[in-house]
């Protein structure tokens, strides 16, 4: 397996992985019996149009792309930030269609949920870390919002099987998690897996809204917004027939493990 990134080259080593560095440009051509037919981005999508030349290169035959649900959820957003990032995944899956259609390539587009998963996820993990910080989470109201957490292992299961399913060629598939419940009872779980009683804030709107601008001096909540507050109470629900039908997509329910809390 050859592993393609825009930082540094991590170390090559038994596990059979090479890493290789994506230099900004101009890309030296592949030597000859380099080519690569198959691969999978993780990136943000709107990062792979700087690419295409790049994939071409390489022979590229087949692509899965990871985009979110966020381009269904986030359009309508009170949040500008938020709805520019809702656009700009819709654009940027139009852009792959485009572009893999007039080259003959086959592409698979993947929106997973709210994703979690070893301690490195700007979802659940963010929500541990600020218990930990400060012993309580605030909700907004009763926060029955229901969410579908799915697990990243989940995730990367469904791209080696989009890869290498032929009949699932050309589409776009959701992914959820195998659970559905409330934002409450999402977070009272966090707490759980961290080995503490919970300890849920109910605030109004307005408070949120104070508090987030006070929290966004921190670097680490500089991206919370009120609109976040907004949605737990916000069906976010999406099902996963049809990934389920084509790609064996099983995902697991929400079941934190002390590998998916950050260090």
């Not at 819709?90 to 698979?108: D, K, R």
Request: proline share 6%.
């Amino acid at each position: 397996m050859t592993v393609f990134s825009r930082q540094a080259a991590g170390r090559s080593g038994s596990d059979g992985v090479e890493w290789r560095q994506i230099l900004p440009s101009p890309q030296p051509s592949p030597a000859r019996g380099e080519g690569v037919s198959h691969w999978i981005c993780v990136a943000p999508i709107w990062v792979l149009p700087e690419h295409f030349d790049f994939l071409k290169s390489y022979g590229v035959r087949r692509l899965v792309a990871l985009s979110s649900t966020s381009r269904f959820t986030k359009g309508d957003s009170s949040d500008r930030d938020e709805q520019a990032v809702a656009q700009r995944l819709s654009e940027s899956e139009a852009c792959l269609l485009t572009w893999a259609e007039e080259n003959g390539i086959e592409y698979v587009i993947l929106r997973p949920t709210l994703i979690y998963g070893r301690g490195r996820d700007k979802n659940i993990n963010e929500i541990a870390r600020f218990i930990r910080r400060f012993k309580f989470f605030p909700l907004l109201g009763w926060a029955r919002g229901l969410r579908q957490p799915v697990h990243a292992e989940d995730v990367a299961a469904a791209c080696l099987a989009a890869l290498e399913t032929e009949g699932a060629s050309s589409r776009a598939y959701n992914l959820s998690g195998g659970e559905t419940l409330t934002y409450r009872e999402m977070v009272n779980r966090v707490f759980a897996a961290l080995g503490r009683r919970p300890l849920l804030l109910s605030v109004p709107l307005w408070i949120f809204g104070v508090a987030v601008k006070c929290l966004r001096l921190l670097p680490r909540y500089r991206h919370w917004s009120i609109a976040m507050a907004e949605r737990m109470n916000r069906d976010l629900v999406f099902d996963h027939v049809e990934a389920t039908r084509d790609l064996g997509f099983s995902p697991r329910p929400f079941r934190l493990e002390a590998e998916d809390l950050p260090s």
